[in-house]
Nanobody
Framework: QVQLVESGGGLVQPGGSLRLSCAASRRIFSINAMAWYRQAPGKERESVATITSGGNTNYADSVKGRFTISRDNAKNTVYLQMNSLKPEDTAVYYC???????????????WGQGTQVTVSS
């Protein structure tokens, strides 16, 4: 079993910045991909950013140029740097890892508990 512990959320003014982090609670054999999702009230959960084991990244059109996903493989941690925040970025942000815990286990997805990001004056 593994837990993904998120931190870094909070209240920020429009135009401000936040950095979210998501750290695995134990060693991982391999991480195939890391991702950030978000869900605003009344809306479905949507993908925000992904990063593969090879370092390739992908972003939702709504955050391109403002958000940056990165990782620290040694710490099994993924980050989301959010700049130029807008009120429409307000949501609960969830991290997701697609990983293999051990070499003999199957690949599967694990989710963080979510962290609230509120962008408001």
């Amino acid at each position: 079993q593994v837990q993904l512990v998120e931190s870094g959320g909070g209240l920020v003014q429009p135009g401000g910045s936040l950095r979210l982090s998501c750290a695995a609670s134990r060693r991982i054999f391999s991480i195939n991909a890391m991702a950030w999702y978000r869900q605003a009230p009344g809306k479905e959960r949507e993908s925000v950013a992904t990063i593969t084991s090879g370092g390739n990244t992908n972003y939702a059109d709504s955050v391109k140029g403002r958000f940056t996903i990165s990782r620290d493989n040694a710490k099994n941690t993924v980050y989301l740097q959010m700049n130029s925040l807008k009120p429409e970025d307000t949501a609960v942000y969830y991290c997701k890892y697609r990983l293999r815990l051990q070499y003999w286990t199957d690949e599967r997805d694990y989710w963080g508990q979510g962290t609230q990001v509120t962008v408001s004056s």
